[in-house]
């Protein structure tokens, strides 16, 4: 009687457990689909072309064209990574191969609680802090006047927000490289910085690529910090201390009126799908760099 | 002579950058965490952690926070005991009951690492179709689906990382003595992983009170306290972005009440989470 007990047990939650499985198999598929099928409306009617190319705003005419939010994402994503890349990589470096295991230690959970802070704070502190810096001090520094509400602010606050999340992909990239190898290098009588120059940055070259295209597609998703700073002003900004208006701040901030005019809610999901194929697109490159460097080794 | 004086140059600078980098990322976290806390305190009041907004409270006047506070702990855990019930037999599925099928567990691991990487807005957007699809309303019932499908790969991916590290000998003993692949899952893996398992919660429970875009669609805003799961309920972080936007000053200066009580609640789930992973490190068998 106890055997059969245990064996019903054990088949109930087999049961459950391949259930989980099918359902995360299909959850993917299930958001593709769905936002396949509510942006279905507006790419019959416009055209993905016309969608994608037109910079025509207006919604209630029923022009929906995606250039300027477009635009405005590569922009604060391009400026976002390029601002962070240095940082990260210098410190993944010195975390890395100079520095001690206390100093790896104290950072671990400075970089941890920095991942863990809601981008949310990081938009209140854009507000506070990032947007008078941009209005008052760099947009005359490089002779433009600006509010500091800005494309500029929005890429500022992204780079500090990606720091932790590139940081520790980088970290982990560089763990793989064997130290053999850089010891070889550095009892050739190359200094440290040679070393790590020719040895290490090169072989896992392939791993900081890809540790930017994770962080490119974390980057191209956020909404509410990038939202709270970078102005929301449609139009294609031909600067960089020019507002401009991301695809995730689109969507967040037209959720209420989308109801109403189904066309809307249709161009809404068009955009929520833009967001969806990018980020998968540079995920599943960089998760096939990272396999392609598993394998070398 | 030149070259090598020029060598020293490139060594001393490269490492004045990185030394520099380093300590950047050290000040930025206290600049951040002062900042909210210099703006956050001289706002925050008994009052603000105690009443719910009052009358005229978007102008100015009287009330506080709780229903956002209650709103925010009511969403995260329920997304939370959702998650768990996907994503602990998830992970000791491929830890346990699919452990010889490699391709089998390369592949969830693989779109685990897709579902990952999916901006939460997204999740939004698509929790709002499937609310519409389902005909609820926004409601707390609908935050807590959208936030439990948003935090799930986060779990997994944190369950996981702890139950690879279970020795393999230790399955097969328990397996050698007749057990089930259900009584080695749960009474030897997740036990043995149960603060590994706790620290998964927690982070996911960070991440779910603290995101905006997820909840923005399916969660609708109130000044009351939900007493059920199809009422609308405030969050913190929505407290946060909504009145920050309002021109008045003290309902901005409350902006940063709710910034400052999140960023308490981040910062105590961190130690809490760090203080548990030292425990297990100590207890587990090796």
Redesign the interface.
């Known amino acids: 009687m106890y055997l059969k007990a ?2 019903i ?2 088949r109930i ?2 049961g ?2 391949q259930l ?2 099918v ?3 299909v ?2 598929l ?2 593709l689909a ?2 396949l ?2 942006s279905w409306l507006i790419m019959q009617t416009t055209g993905i072309g016309d969608l994608l190319f037109s910079s025509v705003w207006r919604p209630l005419a029923g022009e929906f064209g995606f250039f300027p939010f477009i635009i405005s994402s590569i922009w604060v994503t391009i400026l976002g990574l390029l601002i962070t890349a ?2 990260c990589l ?2 993944a ?3 890395t191969y ?2 001690s295991n206390r ?1 790896s230690v104290f ?1 671990r ?6 991942a ?10 854009g ?3 990032i947007i008078p810096f941009t209005g008052r001090f760099l947009a005359p520094l490089f002779g433009y006047e600006s509010t500091g509400f800005s494309i500029m602010a929005g890429g500022l606050v992204l780079a ?1 927000m990606l ?1 932790p999340f590139i ?1 520790n992909i980088l970290i982990e990239i560089f763990r793989t490289v064997p130290v053999e190898q850089y010891e070889a290098s550095l009892s050739l009588g190359a ?4 070393s790590i120059k020719h040895v290490v940055v090169r072989r896992s070259f392939p791993g900081i690529v890809s540790a930017f295209a ?1 962080g490119l ?2 980057a ?5 910090a990038v939202l ?1 700073v970078v102005g929301n002003v449609v139009g294609v900004p031909e600067n960089l201390f020019q507002p401009g208006y991301p695809l ?1 701040a689109l ?2 901030n037209n ?1 209420g009126e989308m109801l109403s005019i189904p066309m809307f809610d249709s161009a ?2 068009f955009a ?1 799908l833009i ?2 194929v990018v ?2 697109f540079f ?2 490159l960089s ?1 096939f760099v990272i396999i392609y460097l598993e394998k070398r080794q | 002579m030149m070259r090598r004086i020029f060598k020293i140059i490139e060594e001393r600078f490269f490492y004045g950058l990185m030394l520099a980098s380093t300590a950047f990322l050290v000040a930025l976290l206290l600049f951040i965490v002062l900042i909210i806390l210099y703006k956050g305190l001289p706002s925050l009041s008994w009052e603000m952690v105690s009443q719910t907004p009052k009358g005229g409270y978007y102008f100015g006047r009287e009330g506080g926070l709780l229903n956002a506070i209650i709103g925010s702990l009511y969403l995260a855990t329920g997304a939370v005991v959702i998650g768990l019930f996907i994503s602990l037999p998830l992970s000791l599925a491929m830890n346990v009951y699919f452990r010889n099928n490699k391709k089998l567990v390369n592949a969830i691991r693989f779109v685990l690492d897709l579902l990952w990487g999916i901006p939460s807005i997204v999740y939004g957007a698509f929790g709002f179709t499937i609310m519409i699809y389902l005909g609820i309303k926004t409601s707390l019932l609908a935050g807590i689906i959208t936030v439990s499908i948003f935090i799930l790969p986060i779990m997994v991916r944190a369950m996981d990382e702890i139950m690879k590290q279970v020795p393999l000998t230790l399955l097969e003993s328990a397996f050698s003595l007749g057990s089930t692949n259900t009584e080695v899952a749960f009474k030897v893996v997740a036990r043995q992983c149960f603060p590994g398992i706790v620290t998964g919660v927690l982070l996911a429970f960070g991440r779910g009170i603290g995101d905006v875009a997820a909840v923005l669609f399916t969660t609708g805003y109130t000044d009351n306290i939900p007493t059920s799961l199809m009422d609308q309920t405030a969050t913190l972080p929505l407290a946060v972005f909504f009145q920050l936007g309002s021109p008045i000053p003290e309902v901005q200066s409350r902006a940063y009440a709710a910034a400052l009580i999140l960023t308490v609640i981040i910062l105590l789930i961190s130690v809490v989470t760090r203080f548990l992973s030292r425990r297990y490190y100590k207890t587990s068998i090796k």
């Open positions: 245990r064996k047990k054990d939650s087999g459950w457990v989980v499985l359902f995360v198999f959850l993917p299930g958001i769905s936002l099928y509510k240095p940082i210098f410190t470096i010195y975390l100079y520095g100093l950072m959970p400075v970089i941890d609680i920095l863990g802070i809601p981008s949310v704070i990081y938009g209140v502190w507000v506070l802090i500090i720091i940081l200094t440290q910085w040679e994770l597609s974390r191209f998703g956020e909404t509410i709270m995730p969507i967040a959720y809404l999901m929520a967001l969806l980020v998968v995920n599943l998760r």
